[in-house]
């Protein structure tokens, strides 16, 4: 059973940075494109980026030049590094397998305010 749980997430003020990490179980790993989403209050969740299983990463428009994802396969890992936020990245990050999707985690909640 394949368990997601991201972590990272906090309270920070607009131009800032955080990073963002998602650890995931099972062996499926290394052969599938990772992804990371976000909901904000009252809105559907939405792909922020994506990162195939050889690195290749992909961004939504909204967050293009200011996130950068990343992954390590032999720990499981994947990185969402996040600067000059903005208000409008308030939202719950989430992670998971976009063309194998998965049991989504509790996610990890970013709030970008003065």
């Known amino acids: 059973q394949v368990q997601l749980v991201e972590s990272g997430g906090g309270l920070v003020q607009p131009g800032g940075s955080l990073r963002l990490s998602c650890e995931a179980s099972g062996t499926i790993f290394r052969i599938y494109t990772m992804a990371w989403y976000r909901q904000a209050p009252g809105k559907q969740r939405e792909l922020v980026a994506h990162?195939?299983?050889?690195?290749?990463?992909t961004y939504a428009n909204s967050v293009k030049g200011r996130f950068t994802i990343s992954r390590d396969n032999a720990k499981r890992m994947m990185y969402l590094q996040m600067n000059s936020l903005k208000p409008e990245d308030t939202a719950i990050y989430y992670c998971n397998y976009p063309n194998n999707i998965q049991d989504w985690g509790q996610g990890t909640q970013v709030t970008v305010s003065s």
């Open positions: 990162i195939g299983r050889t690195g290749t990463p």
